[in-house]
């Protein structure tokens, strides 16, 4: 396996569900970061985490919890979601240290809230 | 104002002229700026980056400046079919925060 891979690629559930997004790196980078993205808007930072410790949350709701139990897995847990949460979810890492903004993405799982 | 601003499209380019993606940000702090290019269905990917005022060349890539206007934009030459996808800008705004700031993209169409 390479680069980044996200499961699973596609997610429909109801609104009293929990269901999780899974991330993983392959690249040995240090910093992990969830993204959405919604048609007609730009990509939303949701949270980012280095090594392990988080250190940005973009003021996400709390029905969306990220989990990061080392630097090459990332989870996004999610509960009693909205129909406006319906979105591409896209996972990202960077290499650690200085941060250059360059950003690896995975391939997204497209989630559908009924 | 948004903070990160593009024209959103779709921008129609005949195969083998100059396509012109332009971008303006609101940020004066702002520090690196990025081309990230998104095929339809796949996740974005990087492509250029520029930090100093002027231009920046890769390949058939140009990426230019101007910090004074808050201006960044991205040239195309010799644009081919397989350039057609979203091209997103990309800011990072201050010294050694991890974030990013996105515009929505521009769908770019190369016809040919």
């Known amino acids: 396996e390479t680069g980044v891979t996200q499961t699973p690629r596609h997610l429909v559930m109801g609104m009293t569900n929990k269901k999780s997004l899974k991330c993983e790196q392959h690249?040995?980078?240090?910093?992990m970061y969830w993204y959405k993205q919604s048609a007609k808007k730009p990509l939303e930072l949701m949270f980012v985490?280095?090594?392990?410790?988080?250190?940005e949350n973009n003021s996400v709701p709390s029905r969306f919890s990220p989990e990061c139990p080392n630097s090459s897995h990332l989870f996004l847990h999610l509960h009693t979601l909205q129909p406006e949460d319906s979105a591409l979810y896209l996972c990202?890492?960077?290499?650690?240290?200085?941060?250059?903004?360059?950003?690896?993405f995975g391939e997204g799982s497209r989630l559908t809230v009924l | 104002q948004k903070e990160v601003e593009q024209n959103s499209g779709p921008l129609s380019v005949p195969e083998g002229a100059i396509a012109s993606l332009n971008c303006t940000y609101s940020?004066?702090?702002?520090?690196?700026f990025f081309w990230y290019r998104q095929y339809s269905g796949k996740s974005p990917e990087l492509i250029m980056f520029?930090?100093?005022?002027g231009d920046k060349e890769d390949g058939r890539f140009t990426a230019q400046l101007n910090k004074a206007s808050q201006y960044v934009s991205l040239l195309i030459r010799d644009s081919q079919p397989s350039d057609s996808a979203t091209y997103l800008c990309?800011?990072?705004?201050?010294?050694?925060?991890?974030?990013?700031?996105f515009g929505q993209g521009t769908r770019l169409t190369i016809n040919p």
């Open positions: 990202a890492s960077s290499a650690g240290g200085s941060y250059t903004g360059e950003l690896f």
């Open positions: 690249l040995g980078h240090n910093a």
């Open positions: 985490y280095n090594f392990k410790e988080q250190t």
């Open positions: 940020d004066r702090g702002s520090q690196s």
């Open positions: 520029i930090y100093s005022n």
């Open positions: 990309a800011v990072k705004a201050v010294q050694g925060a991890q974030k990013l700031v």
